[in-house]
């Protein structure tokens, strides 16, 4: 079982919709990060938690340290959120756990 | 500003040829990570640099990877005989801080595509 799991793996669904995205993890963290990686590899760092709820844009991050889960939710999905979504686990100052990523798909 | 920079982007080697993979971080920062990302997967930790000190070294997956950042700047991966196994993405990134520091954002490079045949 990996250290850092998240569902779906792929997701695919109409402009507009709402999309959540599920991460959980079985190590002790000091942070939980979320990523955006776009096809040619370019990743990009979306959220940064340790507790409670972040909002920047469209994007919202929760995270429950009791129940070890997080999710990424995006409002009023756009073609242009099409991307994998990483999930990572920072364990002490430096080390990140990494998700296998969501595929994500945005039909206009 | 400029961010971490990787070459070349690209690489098809033959099975048993070496390679050499450089990334250059962001002027200033500490801490240089590589990465190795399977078609599909999430990235995998391979090895960590504080300036010129490599501090952790235990995601090398065999005695034939070897990463050296001997300025504390500008780190090469170096990967020898390599075998089909070894194709993936390879990302580096940098962050500002060292160890030391409770916040450290990773700024990651665009990667290297290592194709082995």
């Known amino acids: 079982k990996n250290e850092v799991e998240q569902s779906p793996q792929n997701l695919t669904a109409q402009e507009g919709e709402f999309i959540t995205i599920n991460c959980s993890y079985s190590v002790g963290i000091s942070a939980l990060h979320w990523l955006q990686q776009h096809p040619g590899g370019g990743i990009v760092s979306l959220f940064m938690l340790s507790s409670g709820k972040k909002k920047h844009g469209r994007l919202i991050a929760t995270i429950n340290i009791q129940e070890k889960h997080s999710s990424l939710h995006i409002t009023a999905s756009h073609p242009r959120d099409s991307a994998v979504y990483i999930c990572?686990?920072?364990?002490?100052?430096?080390?990140?756990?990494f998700g296998q990523g969501t595929r994500l798909t945005i039909n206009p | 500003g400029a961010g971490v920079s990787q070459s070349p982007r690209y690489k098809v080697a033959k099975r048993g040829q070496d390679v050499a993979l450089r990334c250059d971080p962001i002027?200033?920062?500490?801490?240089l990570f590589w990465y190795q990302q399977a078609l599909g997967q999430g990235p995998e930790f391979l090895t960590y640099?504080?300036?010129?000190?490599?501090?952790?070294k235990s995601g090398l997956p065999s005695d034939r990877f070897f990463a050296e950042r001997p300025e504390g700047s500008v780190s090469t991966l170096k990967i020898q005989r390599t075998q089909q196994e070894d194709s993936a993405v390879y990302l580096c990134?940098?962050?500002?801080?060292?160890?030391?520091?409770?916040?450290?954002?990773?700024?990651f490079g665009p990667g290297t595509r290592l194709t082995v045949l």
């Open positions: 002027s200033g920062h500490v801490s």
């Open positions: 990134a940098s962050s500002l801080m060292g160890q030391s520091s409770s916040y450290n954002e990773q700024f």
């Open positions: 640099f504080q300036n010129e000190a490599q501090l952790d």
């Open positions: 990572a686990a920072r364990q002490g100052a430096q080390k990140l756990v």
